[in-house]
């Protein structure tokens, strides 16, 4: 086994921005999507982070994003709108896009932001984090290239469509749900595969439908499975979210549905495209558009302690509130830097070494 | 086994909106909760339908539930507001919030409403089915009394917390989404008790946090779990679902929630009440203010026949579009009349015999 490489934050996200600026972005736009990455490298969702930088880079190398969108409004009401987002980066795109929600919510009570045309837009979680700094309430959703079947069904059909919202407390630190619909993310089917270990049934099923225990039969053709996994556990359920992800992000805002999402970084979009690019969508609400919100953060921290101090089921520590492992793994990366597996490590300094921006 | 009798839906409504009345609805009140109640029984809902006639008439005939209610607007912007349901029935303060939801979205491209001091509101099902009419994508959610654990938890915190949300199509009919965030019902425990069957691991745990298959364990305090059941197969997902829908309806509303949200029909408050009854949360979002709701539609037809196209898991007749279910119910209920199981039309019977009012 190769040894993990620890890199500062700061020097992950000026690496990240040099390298996306010699990419054709824009400093600002440059700077802006670098945060998007570092959120994820932060809260230890390493498949979000700079493990996508070079997949990133390439891409707008070679044409298939778009270095300098510029954003188009199509369609717009008080508290709604629906964004082109010009083929860019979904890093830079979304933050933008959310922006648009969040000033509608100031203004009006709410504020609602559909995008179509265009990419991957890192972690859900970095939205609904912009959100809180106002005091808002804010939602965020993005369709993703087909990944997941629906129950009963065999094939990828829908991505895994994650969905986040975040409440602010006083003084206990926020709830911030992010979570992809699919029972689990690929990168567990990934890493069983590498260490040859089978994967649980409710994972994953195999190219003829069946359930999967073997990781390389995802590769293979299968699919992933929803979560709820099975009719009996209720996968249903997962596949319903699932879908209401994709039509908020990818039918409202005229993009790309279902199996015709195209992939990041992929040249051509499916046969039958049916939009254009992914979908984004971006809601946030004015907290005392409802109640008081010194009133709402102290009943959240009351809830908060109520469910930290439920009884842990055996061989647990109890329940976490969401949030927690993300929050935790900040405090962590960026006192002691941010933990890079070797082929990551290996991709960055070749970067570095083709482009003579050094890390660090 | 007793025989099954069935009953024509005019009937069932007829028979709700007199007990109703008798209990002192006003006439608009009692034939709004009647449609409520009517929806969930011709949807295949049954738990949801006059299978609780006699407890809403019970609440209302000893005060514990206000038949009269004065809604009041505690706080509003022009697409949000909080409403105070005067401690009602849920089968009519829920359709006068979510008609406040549809007029603001209708004015300002969305609207929200939150719901405090309620009781339960039926089917969420039927929320979003009034939003469809007016061309709306309607959102309905509710907290309840306490059945589920939280992930690595003992006892029970959360409601079933239920989401709807409803996209409408041109030729295909609509996709209706409406679930509880548990991973079941407690009817499908209920049943499994009766039968004298066992439960499948991941429905639920018993009072010392272990994996329950006996239904009883249910009853002796154990609990139903979130779906995605454990935490291998993403039951802190499904926790997280049950969380968001019990923050925005019971913490933003100012009601209860969690494990102080009281139960339909119940005198007192739990101990430690935090707020006002249980709570709704209530959304609507104008087609039009994202995109042509022909082109909306055109594209749900698409996605409805692409799913259906799916091909079929080994055992399965191929993926359901949501919604299917419930709406196939209602074409054979409308037909051939609702299907009541003895306790229910014997309870019914029995409330015809004291009340004077004929069933049928």
């Known amino acids: 086994m190769l040894e993990v490489k ?63 969108p510029e954003l188009r409004v199509v369609r717009e009401t008080l508290t709604t709108a629906t964004v082109d987002g010009d083929n860019g980066l979904g890093l830079v795109v979304g933050p933008r896009a959310n922006e648009m929600a969040m000033d509608k919510a100031l203004d009006a009570g709410s504020g609602w932001v559909a995008v179509r045309n265009t990419n991957h837009f890192g972690i859900a979680g970095y939205y609904v984090l912009q959100a809180l700094e106002r005091d808002l309430v804010g939602w965020a959703m993005t369709n993703s290239s087909a990944l997941v079947a629906p129950l009963f069904g065999v094939g990828r059909m829908l991505g895994t469509n994650p969905l986040a919202i975040a409440f602010p407390g006083h003084e206990e630190p926020p709830i911030v749900i992010d979570f992809a619909t699919s029972a689990v993310s690929f990168g567990k089917i990934e890493i069983a595969r590498r260490q040859g270990i089978p994967i649980p049934e ?14 390389q039969a995802v590769y293979d053709g299968g699919a992933l499975l929803p979560v709820g996994s099975t009719r009996e556990l209720g996968g249903h359920k997962g596949y319903a979210l699932a879908m209401m ?3 908020l992000s990818g039918v409202l805002s005229g993009a790309n549905w279902g199996p015709f999402a195209p992939a990041f970084a992929i040249e051509q979009q499916p046969a039958g495209s049916v939009g254009d690019g992914i ?3 971006f809601g946030a609400l004015r907290i005392d558009g409802f109640i008081d919100p010194d009133e709402f953060k102290r009943q959240v921290d009351h809830l908060v302690r109520t469910f930290r101090a439920t009884p842990p089921a055996p061989g647990t520590g109890g329940p976490l509130i969401p ?31 083709e482009t003579g921006v050094p890390l660090g």
């Open 245 to 247: 992800v994709d039509v």
């Open 6 to 68: 620890t890199y500062p934050a700061e020097v992950l996200h000026e690496f990240s921005i040099r390298l996306l600026a010699l990419a054709g972005l824009p400093a600002a736009d440059a700077e802006l999507a670098a945060d998007v990455l570092l959120a994820a490298d932060l809260r230890g969702i390493d498949s979000h982070g700079v493990a996508r930088l070079r997949g990133y880079v390439d891409a707008l190398r070679t044409g298939q994003v778009n270095p300098a």
């Open 323 to 353: 949030g927690d492992p993300e929050r935790e793994a900040e405090i962590l990366r960026r006192r002691d830097g941010i933990p890079l597996i070797p082929p990551v490590a290996a991709d960055l300094e070749a970067l570095a070494a």
């Open 202 to 215: 409710g994972w994953a099923i195999d190219v003829r439908g069946r359930p999967a225990t073997d990781p």
């Open 279 to 281: 979908g984004h969508f």
